[in-house]
């Protein structure tokens, strides 16, 4: 199997056609997303594995190489990543490169938000908190507790902090001293990104996250980006939030889901 150079993973950007795997593929191809991309040849690939370096594999393409995928699955990514490991790939490539593993398939969702909508503002902002860009606020909500937390989730989507501040974008929900909500962009490419959202447990079900998404649903349309939002399906609040701001169904999809603590060093 070729690992393909930085810049190269336009090579594979074909055989991810689905549109959750398109988000991502794309925010690779345009230097946003951190993965290592592997396929069967550079010159011209027919199956392709794309890895984000911790929670998230991609695999697509046809399936005579099989068995070397399987190989280099359980020698690279297995013992490397997170233990728990999440694998976006078709019902027969998982029988083909997958079987065995101690993983379960679970059902996802898949919304992109429609320009036209408007979001649902009836949740007031709680007294004492309001909501600030991260993007140009990073450094004064960095002296806030549960900054550490956005920077983490940052470091996750993007090469660094930096260009998530450069090229990203993000909205969190604050006191004076602590951050409550935050939602940040992730597989940003031209005119589309993904979000990640999160809400601190203590402040949960007080229209935060929705307020928050707001605001950033709000930024995106002012300059011509589709956000998407990408959520388990039995994950009933993310899927209402979305709904709220506007968010449409897309598609369902499955992912396999496992546990691979056993396997790392």
């Known amino acids: 199997m070729d690992l393909l150079p930085g810049g190269e993973a336009h090579r594979v950007r074909h055989l991810f056609g689905r549109a959750h795997l398109r988000l991502v593929i794309d925010g ?11 396929a069967d040849e550079a010159g011209a690939p027919r199956s392709a594995l794309v890895w984000d370096g911790t929670h998230n594999l991609y695999f697509a393409g046809d399936l005579d190489r099989a068995g070397e995928w399987r190989d280099l699955f359980e020698r690279e990514i297995a013992p490397a990543g997170e233990s728990i490991l999440k ?4 019902a027969a490539s998982a029988a083909a490169v997958f079987a065995g593993l101690p993983m379960r398939r679970r059902q996802r969702v898949f919304y992109r938000r429609d320009p036209r909508a408007v979001a649902d503002r009836r949740p007031r902002l709680p007294a004492g908190l309001r909501i600030t860009p991260i993007h140009e606020g990073y450094d004064d909500l960095s002296a806030l507790a549960n900054a550490a937390d956005i920077t983490a989730e940052i470091r996750l989507g993007w090469h660094s902090v930096a260009d998530f501040r450069r090229d990203g974008l993000g909205f969190a929900a604050h006191t004076d001293d602590t951050i409550v909500c935050w939602c940040t962009a992730e597989f940003v490419s031209d005119g589309k990104c993904g979000i990640g959202i999160e809400t601190v447990g203590a402040y949960q079900g007080r229209g935060l996250a929705t307020l928050t998404a707001a605001a950033f649903v709000d930024h995106c349309a002012a300059r011509g980006i589709t956000p998407h939002w990408d959520a388990w399906a039995n994950n ?3 899927v ?3 709904r709220k701001v506007g968010f449409q169904l897309v598609e369902h999809y ?3 889901v496992g546990d691979f603590a056993d396997l790392r060093p």
Not at 28 to 38: D, I, K, Q, R, Y
Not at 87 to 90: F, K, L, P, Q
């Open 240 to 242: 209402a939030v979305a």
């Open 254 to 256: 499955s992912a396999l």
């Open 236 to 238: 009933l609040p993310s």
């Open 28 to 38: 690779v191809v345009a230097g946003n997303t951190p993965a290592t991309v592997w």
């Open 87 to 90: 694998v976006h790939t078709s």
